[in-house]
């Protein structure tokens, strides 16, 4: 492993009261890496996130009602869609984790910086061995 990769950092996010856009810019640029020195484009040198209390992020405007999230089983007929106020309610970690995958690259390289993206209900966590910082 290169230094980067071993001194990577973890920090905690906190997404009560935060709005939806705003708080997954902030991940996505910490997950990438692009906050560090070392940042480049063709290697993994970003840190992890834990988001807490996914269940109180905000949406502005009427896309709680108006937006809608769109899924595909792979079969025939298998499109389902769902409004992202209902799904806020339900799945508000689904919510999160897309909207942070969406501003990463979408590539092989992205899919190992989302897997470091860990959101929960509640303000608890099982990550405590990996001494997060409040960021």
């Known amino acids: 492993p ?6 990577r950092q973890w920090h905690v ?3 009560d009261g935060q709005v939806l856009g ?9 997950l990438r890496g692009k906050h560090k020195p070392v940042f480049t484009t063709h ?3 970003g840190d ?5 209390n ?3 992020i905000r949406v502005t405007g009427r896309k709680a009602q108006n937006k ?3 899924r595909h089983s792979g079969y025939p007929g298998g499109l389902k869609t ?6 806020l309610k339900t799945k508000p970690e689904r919510v999160i984790s897309d909207a942070v995958r969406g501003m990463l690259p979408h590539t092989r390289l992205g899919e190992r910086m989302i897997r470091r993206l860990k959101v929960y209900r509640g303000a608890e966590h099982k990550h405590a061995a990996q001494k997060p910082v409040k960021a």
Not at 22 to 30: F, S, Y
Request: hydrophobic residues 50%.
């Open 54 to 56: 996914a269940e109180k």
């Open 13 to 15: 996010m906190d997404a």
């Open 2 to 7: 290169l230094d980067f990769q071993k001194t």
């Open 22 to 30: 705003r708080m997954a810019t902030r991940i996505a640029t910490l």
């Open 82 to 87: 769902e409004s992202l106020g209902s799904l």
């Open 43 to 45: 290697l993994d040198t």
């Open 68 to 70: 809608m999230v769109y």
């Open 48 to 52: 992890g996130v834990i988001v807490i």
